[in-house]
């Protein structure tokens, strides 16, 4: 089965910090490139982050630019998001994600998000 | 960034009915457009992605149209498990952005 497992969320101070992971399992990770995806309590969903396949490109949502940082680690199939000064309005349900690849003229381009793991939740108060 | 408006945001139907919903785009995006549907306490499920392309297993009940600023959802007949929440996004351009949510709910 193609799975997506986070884990690290939990309560935390404002302007404190927090690491979560995601593992992958039932797929060739390297090949995707993957996201991070939140949604605060009865509200929408919030795309935060993306990270190409090899880690080189990375792309961020106004909204953490400066405070949250995506890396992975392809050797361990696992995805990171490393979380500073943290508000009250960052407590949500964390997602990660990966990227329906299609090829583009010929070239693999991420299509969606066609993989979820359960969510993770993290509070700040 | 690129604003993503859903309408309607709630949506009354039944069993059977044939419902539409309709994203918008604040600047053309081309067909680079996906959509999703969300059961409560679930994570998002991917349905169709360039507008119009169902995701492979995805019921045929689901269809997608448009392009440019403009696109739509349509589900043929709705099923019980299609009272939920859909959601389209974006991925012209970062950051990518979502609409607000759609709630289809039992009438």
């Known amino acids: 089965d193609v799975l997506l497992v986070e884990s690290g969320g939990g309560l935390v101070k404002p302007g404190g910090s927090l690491r979560l992971s995601c593992v992958g399992s039932?797929?060739?990770?390297?090949?995707?490139?993957m996201d991070w995806v939140r949604q605060a309590p009865g509200k929408g969903l919030e795309w935060l982050a993306s990270?190409?396949?090899?880690?080189?490109?990375?792309y961020y949502a106004d909204s953490v630019k400066g405070r949250f940082t995506i890396s992975r680690d392809n050797t361990r199939e696992s995805l990171f998001l490393q979380m500073n000064s943290l508000r009250a309005e960052d407590t949500a349900v964390y997602y990660c994600?990966?990227?329906?690849?299609?090829?583009?003229?010929?070239?693999?381009?991420?299509?969606?998000?066609?993989?979820w793991g359960h969510g993770t939740t993290v509070t700040v108060s | 960034d690129i604003q993503m408006t859903q309408s309607p945001s709630i949506l009354s139907a039944s069993v059977g009915d044939r419902v539409t919903i309709t994203c918008r785009a604040s600047?053309?995006?081309?067909?680079?457009l996906a959509w999703y549907r969300q059961k409560p306490g679930t994570a998002p499920d991917l349905l169709i992605y360039?507008?119009?392309t169902l995701k492979s297993g995805v019921s045929s009940r689901f269809s997608g149209s448009g392009s440019g600023t403009e696109f739509t959802l349509t589900i043929s007949s709705l099923q019980p498990g299609d009272f939920a929440t859909y959601f389209c996004?974006?991925?012209?351009?970062?950051?990518?952005?979502f609409g607000q949510g759609t709630k289809v709910e039992i009438k």
């Open positions: 360039k507008a119009s």
């Open positions: 996004q974006q991925y012209n351009i970062y950051p990518w952005t």
């Open positions: 994600a990966r990227d329906l690849m299609v090829a583009i003229v010929s070239v693999p381009a991420p299509q969606g998000m066609d993989v």
């Open positions: 600047q053309t995006i081309s067909t680079w």
């Open positions: 039932g797929f060739p990770f390297a090949n995707y490139s």
């Open positions: 990270i190409s396949t090899s880690g080189r490109y990375m």
